[in-house]
């Protein structure tokens, strides 16, 4: 059940911390199976998946593998939009979904994707409008976005 989940992604994060990737990556895809299948299409649910795939996707970029975590990024925001609509707390729904926006944009960027500036500059309008200007985390997409711009400028 949902408890049993988060108890696993709890400890897939203390495996991420300790820098067991495979042992991490293996507890977050056993409760990402145990999400999905309960059915449940409540705002609770789908955040859970939204955050379990963004967890994956975090973990398939430290192994190197972009494409992966790319896949699991575009499912955690998929999950955490539709969550957004049906969640009383929009805030924390709206910030987690542009987190999530920010890191598929970043491994955009890692991997040359031509829209790494838009959908890093369509998560920094959320961030700073929930966040504020002096938040540490609309100063890291800030950064990315004057990288995404640089490597803009030199692959036209």
């Known amino acids: 059940d949902s408890i049993v989940a988060d108890s696993l992604v709890e400890i897939g994060i203390l495996l991420y911390n300790k820098h067991d990737l495979e042992g991490a990556l293996n507890i977050f895809n056993e409760a990402f199976e145990i999400y999905i299948n309960e059915n449940d299409s409540t705002s609770n649910s789908l955040d859970s998946i939204g955050r379990t795939s963004n967890n994956i996707g975090c973990v398939y970029y430290q192994m190197g593998d972009i494409a992966s975590a790319l896949v699991y990024m575009q499912k955690s925001l ?19 979904c542009a ?23 369509e998560s920094l309008l959320v961030l700073e409008s929930v966040l504020g200007d002096e938040n540490m985390t609309v100063e890291s997409v800030r950064s990315n976005i004057t990288l995404a711009k640089q490597q803009q400028t030199f692959h036209p």
């Open 99 to 121: 987190i999530t926006q920010a890191n598929s944009g970043y491994l955009k960027f890692e991997s040359d994707h031509l829209d790494a500036l838009t959908t890093l500059e």
């Open 78 to 96: 998929v999950a955490q939009r539709s969550a957004l609509g049906l969640s009383e707390k929009a805030e924390s729904s709206l910030v987690n």
